[in-house]
């Protein structure tokens, strides 16, 4: 399939008016706590401050990175960079617990601790966005605080005798209860954002136990995260990796997308095209930065974003599905937003990689749900749930769990992607 020019330029360009014009602004304009420091993150529908007096790890840590990345990738003329030098101030003068080490989970507003158990899910981010600022600004406090989370995450997170990591702690690094409290499961989420930060850690350090660890972390997705069989990410574990039922964590992501009881429907068989998607592009990109494995990964990277592409796409009203089962189909059609900008970037990536003929079609229906439908043009943000068809569920601009992360990141890599391609077909 030869792309057509044309079609290429214009996504392209509504990429990047979406960014310059809409979405960086958005955050640009409203999300700068020049009082207290750090970044407000919970706006409602219209963009206005919601008032809620909670600062996250998460979206601290995200929009740091979001700030950083864009700054690296060109944009903002300066100002990025600022906010970003802004919110690592914030994190390390009020999130940084002085005497056990690590981030705390949440302050309030004032930076005053809130919740102080260390969560992993939030660490790693930290390496991940602190790694990144120092990529983009040169300040060194960025490698040196991710470093030094790495060193406490390998010293009372990893699991010596099952590999891979644990995830809920308190504050003082010993291992929260069973159950709710998150002590006895191991999950995809955390192992594959555990993936992006060793990439970017040793991208930003070049040490070698960054790449060793991240090789670590790669074999275990392989080998006991990922289905057997379909390449597709499994949630949730035992600590001796047997899969394990999704259970809702008593302070950590998930809340609002589970029913009554804290079980969540099909429970044990469910996936998500959207994380499938987003694990083959970052293991792609690992590649790069290790400059090694291509070979080895591609066809398992291959197998992940076919899945994705052909039970999350909906070619009928354009976007993603939630989620469904391993052996294809679709447990939930309504369309979330951050699965949208991972197989947005995905899709791309796959037509870099192994020709557009079975991956353009798939980021076309995609990228027009997004833009006709989810993205909020009136205020710049995206709408964070929708019905199939692409009427909003929630109205929320963000919050703690829908910030600036995957939507900025989709347009900076979607931008380049595009870019590429369009060089290819010119």
């Known amino acids: 399939m030869a792309l057509d020019a044309r079609m290429v330029e214009a996504c392209l360009d509504e990429c990047r008016r979406h960014l310059t014009e809409e979405l960086l602004p958005f955050w640009l304009d409203r999300c700068l706590d020049g009082k207290y420091g750090g970044f407000i993150t919970h706006f ?30 060109g944009y903002g003329g300066g100002r990025c960079a600022e906010y970003a030098s802004h919110g690592v101030d914030f994190m390390i003068e009020k999130m940084w617990d002085k005497q056990y080490g690590g981030f705390y989970w949440t302050v309030n507003r004032k930076g005053q601790v809130a919740i102080d158990k260390k969560i992993l899910y939030g660490l790693s981010f930290c390496m991940y966005s602190l790694s990144e600022y120092t990529l983009a600004t040169g300040d060194q406090r960025g490698i040196e605080y991710a470093g030094k989370v790495f060193d406490l995450v390998k010293k009372y997170a990893a699991d010596t005798m099952y590999g891979g990591y644990f995830e809920m702690f308190e504050r ?41 660890t991240l090789i670590e972390d790669i074999d275990l997705l392989l080998k006991r995260i990922l289905h057997p069989k379909y390449a597709t990410g499994i949630p949730q574990f035992t600590p001796s990796w047997e899969v394990a039922p999704q259970i809702k964590f008593d302070i950590v992501w998930g809340w609002d997308r589970f029913a009554e009881g804290g079980v969540k429907p099909n429970a044990n ?32 990277i291959k197998k992940a974003m076919d899945h994705g592409r052909d039970n999350g796409v909906d070619f009928e009203y354009g976007g993603v599905y939630t989620e469904g089962p391993h052996a294809g189909g679709v447990h939930d059609r309504e369309k979330e937003f951050w699965q949208q900008a991972e197989v947005m970037i995905g899709m791309l990536e796959g037509c870099l990689r192994f020709g557009p003929k079975d991956y353009w ?29 692409g009427k909003p569920i929630w109205t929320h601009m963000s919050h703690s769990w829908k910030v600036n992360y995957h939507t900025v990141r989709c347009m900076v890599q979607c931008i380049n992607r595009l870019e590429k391609l369009r060089k290819l077909e010119g």
């Open 361 to 389: 079609p798939a980021y076309e229906a995609v990228h027009r749900f997004v833009f006709d439908k989810m993205i909020h043009h009136k205020v710049g943000e995206w709408w964070p749930l929708m019905t199939r068809e």
């Open 44 to 73: 409602d529908k219209d963009g206005k401050d919601t008032g809620e007096d909670e600062k996250s790890l998460i979206a601290q840590s995200r929009t740091v990175f979001t700030m950083s990345s864009a700054h690296r990738a």
């Open 269 to 300: 068989d469910n996936t998500s095209a959207g994380h499938n998607v987003e694990f083959a592009w970052l293991l792609a990109h690992a590649t790069d930065i290790m400059g090694r494995g291509w070979d080895q990964y591609k066809a398992v």
């Open 172 to 212: 003082n690094w010993d291992l929260c209860g069973p159950g709710s409290g998150g002590g006895d499961r191991k999950t995809l989420d955390v192992h594959m954002h555990l993936m992006e930060a060793f990439t970017t850690l040793y991208e930003c350090s070049r040490e070698s136990i960054h790449l060793r």
